[in-house]
Every structure is written in C-alpha cells, then in structure tokens.
C-alpha cells in the first residue's frame, strides 16, 4: 500500500500518516507523549547538524514530520490550511519575500494579505515557497537547526498552556506553533539540501518505514528503542 506519493500535498501527507499510524498512537500515547517523541526526534535533528552526518539528520527530520503530524492529527489541525495562512508565500512577521526582518527588525507583525493563486499544491511547492521566502544563503544550517529547536519548544508550550485552561485564543496558539514548525522544518531542509517529498515517498512509500505497514504494527518498545 502506498500511503506517501512524492507529488503529493502536505494535506495527503497528513491523511498518510494517519492512516500508517494513527491506530498505534491513539491506543499507546497521550499527547504529552507524541510531544516528547517529536522533541526527541527534533533533538536527533540537531545531533546529526552537530556532528556533520547528514543520513541522520535527513532520517530524524523525516521522522520529526510524522510525529508533527500525529500531534496535528489528536487535535484535529489541518497542517497545510495553517501553514498558508500563517506563510502566504510572505515572511509571517515582515511580510515580505524574501524575509527583511534581520535588516529592518519590524517591531510588530505585518499586516498580511492572502493572494490564494499562489498557494501551493503539494509539499514540493511549500518547500520551494519557504526557499523563496526565507533562503537558505542567508543563514547557516546550524541557526536553521537552533531556529527549529526554539519552535519544537514553543509547540509544547502552547499544547501545555491549552491543556491547562482549555481557551480558544490558547488553541488558536497551537496552530501558529505548527505552522512555525514546519516552516523551520523546510528551513532545515532547504539548508541541508534535502528534497523533502521525494525522500518521504522513499521512506514510506510501503507503509511504516520500520516494519512496513499500514497500520504500522512496531510496539511500544520497538519504537522507545530506535534508533537511527
Ligand atoms: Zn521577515
Ligand atoms: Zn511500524
């Protein structure tokens, strides 16, 4: 069964991962645990950076995106509505492209407004927006790196605020997160020179990357001892 095309939109990625995953999360993880596998696989992220090994930080990125969208999936988040609406093709706080904000420090965000002819179709197309937006010359892999970390941070800051006091305005936080995530997530990939949807397609395209199907069957254990 092939659950991850690589011309497909990062809506279908999510529907994916759903499909691959989403019996095995509800029945073994709360949300509090979903949040420290994304945490983990972030970190592994940043160890691959670190260390220069470029099959770990492409592996753990890639694993990142499906924990991302399994914390999406338990809150019933559209991943791709809110990364249009938080990244039309603009720099969410400059609201340009490319990005000004280090040049002329904006001291609120932008009044933005959507152009819905050029929103993407499929990852490929996000992953080039976010080049175009925010282009990888003008940072290192490692500051995309550290700017991912502070975002995985900030997901979990706004999931444990939301869960304490249950408020729309705290909710509606959760989505911003998310997408600010995933915009970090493509940083990363655009730095590190990783083509994002055809790599995906590579790793699931026969179901779960470690045992192969959809629902994926791994345990609990199999999953809390991979590594990669
Ligand atoms: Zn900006
Ligand atoms: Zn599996």
């Known amino acids: 069964m092939n659950q991850v095309r690589p011309d497909q939109s990062l809506q ?29 696989f972030t970190m592994r992220v940043l160890k691959g950076i670190r260390k220069g090994d470029d099959e770990k930080l492409r592996t753990n990125l890639l694993i990142s995106c499906t924990w991302l969208m399994a914390i999406a999936n338990r809150l019933h988040i559209n991943v791709e509505d809110q990364v249009w609406e938080r990244f039309p093709a603009l720099c969410s706080y400059c609201g340009l492209a490319p990005c000004k904000c280090k040049k002329i420090h904006p001291e609120k965000r932008a009044e933005i407004k959507h152009d819905h002819s050029q929103r993407p179709a499929n990852i ?34 706004a999931i444990h605020n939301f869960l304490g006091q249950h408020l729309q305005k705290q909710f ?57």
């Open 124 to 157: 490929k197309g996000f992953q080039e927006m976010f080049r175009s937006v925010y282009p990888p010359e003008s940072r290192t892999l490692l500051d995309a790196g550290v700017h991912l970390a502070e975002e995985t941070g900030e997901v979990s800051e």
């Open 172 to 228: 509606d936080e959760i989505e911003k997160e998310i997408a600010d995530y995933v915009s970090c997530l493509f940083g990363v990939a655009n730095s590190a020179s990783i083509d994002i949807a055809p790599a995906l397609h590579d790793m699931f395209k026969d179901g779960c990357h470690v045992c192969h199907r959809t629902p994926c069957t791994c345990t609990f254990s199999e999953v809390t001892a991979f590594r990669s």
């Open 12 to 40: 279908q990625f999510q529907s994916g991962v759903a499909a691959m995953y989403g019996l095995a999360d509800d029945r073994h993880y709360s949300i509090f645990d979903l949040l420290t596998q994304l945490q983990r």
